[in-house]
């Protein structure tokens, strides 16, 4: 397993920017699919990006599809997450988690997560 922290949440207007950092711990990180995750208190764990462990690929939801950009730096053990033209619905808690497979959209297949970042879009 490895061990992640997210980093670069915070309060930002409708329409900003931010991006969002996940550094692992680990001599394995390359090679595990990493993906981003965002949970809003009551609600369902929804699945925001995950990008393979060469980065060849990348996959999004919906709802975040040309706005966000995942990417991984294996060399620094970080993955981040671009995000773009926020908007309020954005806002909640995003984690960032660690698959030993195939880059997937089930959480089930994430078997490290981390502590989770607060990101707050304001209208």
């Known amino acids: 397993q490895v061990q992640l922290v997210e980093s670069g949440g915070g309060l930002v207007q409708a329409g900003g920017s931010l991006r969002l950092s996940c550094a692992a711990s680990?001599?394995?990180?390359?090679?595990?699919?990493m993906g981003w995750f965002r949970q809003a208190p009551g609600k369902e764990r929804e699945f925001v990006a995950v990008?393979?462990?060469?980065?060849?690929?990348?996959y999004y939801a919906d709802s975040v599809k040309g706005r966000f950009t995942i990417s991984r730096d294996n060399a620094e053990n970080t993955v981040y997450l671009q995000m773009n033209s926020l908007k309020p619905e954005d806002t909640t808690v995003y984690y960032c988690a660690a698959s030993p497979g195939r880059a997937t959209m089930d959480s089930r297949y994430f078997s490290s997560w981390g502590q989770g970042t607060q990101v707050t879009v304001s209208s």
């Open positions: 680990g001599r394995t990180f390359s090679s595990y699919a």
């Open positions: 990008v393979g462990w060469s980065a060849r690929s990348t």
